[in-house]
């Protein structure tokens, strides 16, 4: 199980962190967080309810990891394991993550998915999404897997479309030439665009676009 304390600056202040499995306990935290990091018009039955919580913690406890702040719960990262072509990329991520209840979580999966990073607005600034991120690169290295694979939305978009194809929007946002609160994070973050995903998701900032995103396993 994974457990991390460390400490993060806000400010010239520091604050402790601790990075661990979330349990139960953490259920109602974890809702209220997402209803924070995705108001309407994100579509609001896409965030968290009990019973796919509670089949993180059951299906896959290694890919449930929460930050918590000076004890406060800020963020959540939730994985499952996947097999993964590259040859054939494109996919819902309704279908990867059955809607995010993950029982379609693969134990022998070569591939860690994400489901779903979230941080509380009150909280961010302070890194802990990386430190999320980080968490679940530590997880696949620790695991053997060949790598870490995502969605990431490109809110962004939505604002330059009639200028520019999702392909030129995410050629310009890797060049640094333009930034998106999502895609640019992810970069920041190590991860490498690999594939541009029309109907990944219902979402309208993203015009239902979604941008597979790789870390690959250093030791493999």
């Known amino acids: 199980m994974y457990w991390n304390e460390q400490y993060v600056y806000d ?5 402790p962190v601790v990075l661990r499995n979330y349990t139960e306990a953490d259920f109602e935290g974890m809702i209220r967080i997402q209803r924070e990091c995705f108001p309407p018009p994100f579509p609001q039955e896409l965030l968290w309810n009990e019973a796919q919580l509670r089949n993180h913690i059951t299906l896959f406890p290694e890919g449930a990891i929460c930050a918590s702040v000076d004890g406060k719960l800020a963020g959540s990262i939730t994985g499952l394991r996947t097999t ?7 996919h819902r991520w309704e279908d990867v993550t059955d809607d995010g209840y993950i029982r379609t979580h693969n134990p022998d999966g070569e591939t860690l ?3 779903d990073i979230s941080v509380s607005p009150q909280f961010r600034k302070l890194g802990l999404g990386k430190l999320l991120m980080q968490a679940m690169y530590q997880t696949v290295i620790e695991l053997k897997l060949e790598r870490l694979l995502g969605g990431g939305r490109m809110p962004g978009y939505q604002q330059v479309a009639d200028e520019m194809t999702p392909e030129s929007y995410i050629k310009r946002v890797t060049a640094g030439e333009l930034r998106d609160p999502v895609i640019s994070f992810l970069l920041s973050c190590g991860r490498k665009p690999i594939h541009i995903v ?4 219902d979402d309208e ?5 979604g941008v597979l995103m790789e870390w690959k396993n250093p030791f493999r």
């Open 205 to 209: 900032e993203s015009l239902n676009y």
């Open 11 to 15: 400010g010239e202040k520091t604050l």
């Open 84 to 90: 993964f072509d590259p040859a054939f990329p494109e």
């Open 113 to 115: 998915y994400i489901v």
């Open 198 to 201: 029309p109907n990944y998701l």
